[in-house]
């Protein structure tokens, strides 16, 4: 691996992580971005991430079809249990 | 049909929701899954199943790998995301020409590149690592972004020829991203289409949005919007003959809707066909 190629993963890394720390709340958005068009992007997400937690807990809870996740059987593993398929959830949702 | 055995026609993402109606079509050009789903489990959802009895090309649509992610794949990930493949039989994978995590920190989306040099060889770089490791080639996807990052060397359709050239990747065209682009940044997407070398793309998708506070939201839970549809005809008009994917996923309607709206791209798809010479366009 040169160095030239290495130095610009890490300025990459950098400027991507400003980026992911504006749009997710945990930063300021870096300068040169069009304020309003990245808050609209991190508001989305935060819609997104919302509808997300609601499937979860829908799916959960058993009520798929009230936030439109279908049949969890259609997804489901042959001869395994609800309890089970509440755990996946969780693992593959969070 | 093209090299990677994908015949010209009409297609639907395959999600729960969506199982019926893939199931129902009697003609059915392909379908993707979300890679990441079935890599939980690596069994064949039982929707999907029957799919796969009929001779229907599944496509696994990786979602994670982060290609354009400062860190080279993750050969776990490109090690699940083979298996995949192999157990769906896929004559190839696609995913997004993003990045989704950035060191360490899972954004939760896919996220726009800068159109930079530095970033473009690193995207390289990482989709050569990629397409080593994968068994079937790899197509990459045009994403919608509602912001650009300052500070661009270059526009994102000569971006991605150029990735696409110096790596030989397929495309996903996905004309609805295009669509969202292009109303929201003003820029001309008849000229991207025009700049893109169609002979590369393996796969479009379409799929609906709606506009929100001034800015037109790449949704996949609405209606495919006629602009969508304008530049799908184009597409087509200029030369593209493989298949169409209709994207949903949320906010499901009743199977007739859906119906409907694999309806329109087949008329599309067969009107376009009828067409000899390039449509003349209205740009922007």
């Known amino acids: 691996m040169d160095k030239e190629s290495e130095a610009a993963r890490e300025r990459i890394r950098s400027q991507q992580r400003s980026l992911a720390a504006g749009l997710t709340g945990a930063g300021p958005i870096p300068s040169g971005f069009d304020v309003e068009s990245v808050q609209s992007a991190a508001s989305a997400l935060r819609c997104k991430k919302s509808r997300e937690s609601e499937r979860l807990e829908a799916w959960s809870s058993g009520d798929a079809r009230g936030v439109g996740m279908g049949s969890p059987a259609m997804w489901a593993v042959p001869g395994t249990s609800g309890s089970w398929w509440s755990r996946m959830a969780r693992r593959w949702f969070r | 049909m093209g090299e990677h055995g994908l015949a010209p026609g009409v297609g639907i993402a395959w999600r729960p929701e969506t199982a019926w109606v893939a199931s129902q079509r009697a003609q059915l050009a392909m379908t993707e899954v979300i890679a990441e789903r079935v890599m939980r489990t690596m069994q064949v959802p039982l929707g999907l199943a029957p799919l796969i009895r009929r001779g229907v090309p599944i496509v696994p649509h990786g979602i994670s790998l982060s290609l354009g992610g400062a860190d080279r794949p ?47 060889a690193v995207a390289i770089e990482n989709v050569r690592i990629a397409q080593e490791a994968l068994p079937v080639p790899l197509a990459l996807e045009n994403i919608a972004s509602l912001f650009l990052w300052p500070d661009a060397e270059m526009t994102e359709v000569e971006f991605i020829t150029r990735l696409l050239r110096e790596t030989g990747a397929q495309l996903l065209l996905d004309v609805s991203n295009l669509y969202a682009n292009a109303r929201n940044h003003g820029t001309d997407a008849y000229a991207y289409i025009d700049a893109l070398p169609l002979d590369q793309v393996a796969y479009v998708h379409v799929a609906g949005g709606v506009e929100s506070a001034g800015l037109y939201h790449d949704t996949h839970a609405h209606l495919v919007d006629e602009g969508s549809h304008r530049l799908l005809e184009y597409v087509v008009a200029s030369g593209y003959g493989g298949p169409v994917i209709l994207e949903r996923d949320d906010s499901f309607p009743d199977a007739i809707e859906l119906h409907r709206e694999l309806d329109v791209l087949e008329g599309i798809l067969e009107e376009g066909s009828l067409i000899q010479t390039p449509v003349v366009a209205a740009h922007g």
């Open chain 2, 74 to 120: 993750d050969p776990e990930r490109l090690d699940a995301l083979s298996r995949v493949a192999e157990l769906l039989g896929a004559p190839l994978v696609s995913e997004h020409i993003c990045f989704v995590r950035a060191d360490g920190v899972d954004v939760g989306h896919l996220t726009a590149l800068p159109w930079t040099e530095e970033m473009l």
